[in-house]
């Protein structure tokens, strides 16, 4: 009889310690909470779904289950998902899978925040995974990582075959694998020999999601077997390897009660690490004050850009573009103000609050340009001696290149919006400031172009056509829109000063 792996005394310890950490945010006034999208049909996430919601209620998270039908649209999900990400009191979202066939699910997870995506399946977590950078890892693959620290089995220099190559374990749980020094095999739907791979293996990990697909006779009694396969069948829950392994090795976990029962805690610790990022990262949701925006001066990230080190240029020059024509248009309406404009308070009020905003934003834009330079140069030094490592290199470089374009796109469509709203104050501003008005709208506009220039540089390596397309089409209107309404507002100034 092998010793049976069952976590739930480790799934114990887990949650009193994130108990304890829940306890510190709520001294401190942070409440935790996790936002769970259902699109309903499935069965089986429906219960997922509740099974969480009881276990953050044990832990003091709140847990928001969102809802939608089946007929839902991608852009409704995608809305709703951006929802969540600009309200601060959610710090985790996740999206229960698997979807309705007319949802691209990689779409809707790139479209969470990646310090709130807590199921790490993001391309920026799944990237920060695959080279070991900061980010939020798939809860299942550290489960198994977890489970053979907690019970004594090493995994520097063992051997451990690795069954399944999916994107949301198997290929995250490589990574990790090797991170702890084990000598790694993996094996998939086209290995041939599976049963010659197993025997030579002192730890055996699988998440191939086929039920019974390891038999009794591949294993041996030396064998360590974590198996993180959920599979439904008529007999209930069962994993990837027969419940007869429990005969025929030295150690297995059970299913259920082994990987399963550590994976939900562990989404929670997670959630505890989102937190911690959020209120650390370049994406964290606090206001701050105008002034506290750059931790450098400007002369300082000049100096910087221009060095012979290769730097992130033209989107993060955009990003300090915007961020100074933003604060030139909150000066304007500041001064907007007084007896004189009583009748446009209100207005400029709500323009010294959206520019306030669009400063904190472009810091936000300003970090993850140069995240995503960085992730790219991470990408381009990744293996590539074996056809497998070549898959995945291209993978990441694909990764990196559209989050390159995406970020700068973006701060395109922001400093668009901003542009735009400080042309509707054209003729109720300050006389004695119309001209600065004017060098706010050109600042943006210069970021505007500066920042498509960088989206067009990488289109190039973008393969899928659709994306790239869709870049290409959104840039260049937003590029053409800007220059076109920069003109129009200079000249009704210019007719001001006349």
């Known amino acids: 009889m092998s010793m049976l792996l069952k976590t739930k005394e480790l799934a114990k310890e887990v949650s009193e310690s994130i108990i304890t950490e829940v306890n510190g945010l709520k001294e401190r006034g942070i409440q935790p909470r996790l936002a769970t999208i259902l699109v309903q049909g499935d069965p089986a996430s429906e219960y997922y779904a509740k099974a969480k919601e009881k276990k953050a209620h044990q832990l003091g998270i709140t847990f928001d289950l969102i809802t939608f039908e089946p007929e839902v649209t991608e852009q409704r999900l995608l809305e709703e998902i951006e929802r969540l990400n600009q309200d601060p009191a959610v710090h985790g979202i996740m999206l229960e899978l698997p979807v309705p066939k007319h949802i691209s699910v990689q779409k809707c997870s790139d479209a969470i925040m990646s310090v709130k995506d807590v199921d790490g399946i993001s391309s920026a977590n799944k990237l920060a995974c695959m080279t070991g950078g900061t980010g939020i890892y798939p809860a299942t693959p550290q489960a198994c990582i977890r489970i053979a620290k907690h019970f004594g089995f090493t995994l520097k220099g063992k051997h451990v075959v690795l069954v399944g190559r999916g994107e949301t374990v198997g290929r995250p749980l490589m990574q990790l694998l090797l991170r702890e020094n ?73 299913v259920p009660g082994g990987v399963g029962t550590l994976t939900t805690v562990m989404l929670f610790e997670n959630l505890i690490l989102a937190i911690r990022l959020q209120q650390t990262s370049a994406q964290t949701l606090e206001t701050k ?33 915007a961020a ?133 540089i990488n289109l190039g390596s973008i393969k899928d056509t659709s994306v790239r397309s869709s870049f290409q089409t959104t840039g260049a209107e937003l590029s053409s829109r800007s220059a076109e309404l920069k003109l129009e507002v200079l000249q009704k100034i210019k007719e001001k000063l006349v």
């Open 182 to 254: 084990a000598t790694l095999t993996v094996c998939h739907s086209h290995t041939q020999n599976l049963a010659g791979h197993i025997v030579n293996a002192d730890i055996l990990m699988t998440a191939a999601g086929h039920a019974g697909l390891i038999t009794a006779d591949m294993l041996h009694p030396e064998l360590v077997v974590i198996d993180a396969g959920i599979n439904e069948t008529e007999s209930g829950i069962t994993g990837d390897v027969v419940p007869e392994a429990v005969e025929a090795v030295k150690a297995v976990t059970p």
């Open 289 to 321: 004050e105008p002034e506290e925006v750059f931790d450098q001066t400007i002369r300082e990230f000049l100096q910087t850009a221009a060095s012979s080190s290769p730097t992130p240029g033209g989107g993060s020059i955009a990003a300090l573009s």
């Open 324 to 456: 100074l024509g933003a604060s030139m248009g909150s000066m304007v309406a500041n001064i907007t103000s007084g007896p004189k404009y009583e009748h446009v308070r209100e207005q400029m009020t709500e323009i010294v609050k959206l520019m306030q905003s669009a400063i904190s934003e472009s810091e936000s834009f300003l970090k993850k340009d140069m995240e995503s330079f960085d992730g790219y140069m991470a990408a381009l030094g990744l293996p590539k001696a074996t056809d497998e490592e070549k898959q995945v290199r291209s993978t990441a470089l694909q990764k990196a290149a559209v989050q390159a374009a995406s970020v700068p796109l973006h701060l395109m469509k922001r400093s668009y919006e901003i542009i735009s709203a400080l042309s509707e104050i054209t003729e109720q501003a300050n006389k004695n400031v119309i001209s600065d008005l004017g060098i706010a709208l050109i600042m943006l506009d210069a970021a505007v172009q500066s920042a498509w220039i960088t989206v067009e």
